[in-house]
């Protein structure tokens, strides 16, 4: 099996190199990746860690800030002794 996903791959690679020997395939798959990239850009990832809802930024915050001290308190629990 190990053969014939290489030989599948070769041929691939081939394959997508014939396709882009030619200026014109090359400003098409050019094009695509460009729409793609725009679409991902507007909807994906402007919207990551930014809660739409301010009560679940405030929780969030209140969380972090009890992981915080809870950590500080075993600090200086550790450290005492």
């Known amino acids: 099996m190990g053969k014939f996903t290489k030989l599948v ?5 081939v394959t997508g190199a014939a396709y882009l020997s030619k200026s014109e395939n090359r400003r098409k798959v ?5 729409k793609a990239i725009k679409r ?6 402007k919207n990551l860690g930014k809660p739409s ?3 679940d930024a405030e929780m969030v915050d209140e969380g972090a800030i009890t992981s915080v001290r809870y950590y500080n308190k075993l600090q200086e629990k550790f450290q005492s002794k």
């Not at 791959?9 to 690679?13: F, K, L, M, P, S």
């Not at 991902?40 to 990832?45: A, E, H, I």
């Open 40 to 45: 991902l850009n507007s909807s994906y990832v």
């Open 53 to 55: 809802n301010i009560d």
């Open 9 to 13: 791959g070769v041929a691939g690679v």
């Open 30 to 34: 050019q094009g695509q990746l460009n």
